[in-house]
T-cell receptor, first 116, second 113 residues
Framework: NAGVTQTPKFQVLKTGQSMTLQCAQD?????MYWYRQDPGMGLRLIYY???????DKGEVPNGYNVSRLNKREFSLRLESAAPSQTSVYFC???????????????FGEGSRLTVL | KNQVEQSPQSLIILEGKNCTLQ??????????LRWYKQDTGRGPVSLTI?????NTKSNGRYTATLDADTKQSSLHITASQLSDSASYIC????????????FGTGTRLQVFP
């Protein structure tokens, strides 16, 4: 199993350009998440999808949009990139806590985005 | 305000030595506390998850403790190895759903030979 796969791993954009970060998981997880990680700060939730067909805003959603394409895939789109969006982005997935799950989050390897 | 604070920010130890990382939180209502290991340039990987009723949990050379009364947790690493060099992140869940996770800023551990 590949777990959680993110693409691209690195990207440089100019201010105003758009791009989409792709995420796919092969663990049959219901919930998927997008976080950003900045120096000196804890990971912050951008958007999440509790199940296929639903998405909700997290702590820092401004400037981003998401699509839960199917159970496996959850993409993050920057419509008009700004330097403040320079960050490392992580996708994660989980099953809700229950008999078959501790609610453990599985993370991708990250996508490093630089906006000039 | 829900917060998770970790100390120290960074730590240097020699291979084979033990160390303890601290985590204090003010998250309420509390559901569970997690420790993650993040190697440089990689995604975080789960080490332990503890609910309020668990006061200790081990994963190999990693042992986490939790005192829900004082809202403190520690991660003890025994007989450190070079591969333990990483950031260790404490994460507290404010409720059972993982959309309410509060992340600490991490402790950067460096193990030297």
């Amino acid at each position: 199993n590949a777990g959680v796969t993110q693409t691209p791993k690195f990207q440089v954009l100019k201010t105003g350009q758009s791009m989409t970060l792709q995420c796919a998981q092969d663990m049959n997880h219901n919930s998927m998440y997008w976080y950003r990680q900045d120096p000196g700060m804890g990971l912050r939730l951008i958007y999440y999808s509790a199940s296929e067909g639903t998405t909700d805003k997290g702590e820092v959603p401004n400037g981003y949009n998401v699509s839960r394409l199917n159970k496996r895939e959850f993409s993050l789109r920057l419509e008009s990139a700004a330097p403040s969006q320079t960050s490392v982005y992580f996708c994660a997935s989980t099953l809700p806590p229950g008999l078959r799950s501790t609610g453990e989050l599985f993370f991708g390897e990250g996508s490093r985005l630089t906006v000039l | 305000k829900n917060q998770v604070e970790q100390s120290p920010q960074s730590l240097i130890i020699l291979e084979g030595k033990n160390c303890t990382l601290q985590c204090n939180y003010t998250v309420s209502p509390f559901s569970n506390l997690r420790w993650y290991k993040q190697d440089t340039g990689r995604g975080p990987v789960s080490l332990t998850i503890m609910t309020f009723s668990e006061n200790t949990k081990s994963n190999g050379r990693y042992t986490a403790t939790l005192d829900a009364d004082t809202k403190q947790s520690s991660l003890h690493i025994t007989a450190s190895q070079l591969s333990d060099s990483a950031s260790y992140i404490c994460v507290v869940s404010a409720r059972e759903n993982t959309d309410k996770l509060i992340f600490g800023t991490g402790t950067r551990l460096q193990v030297f030979p």
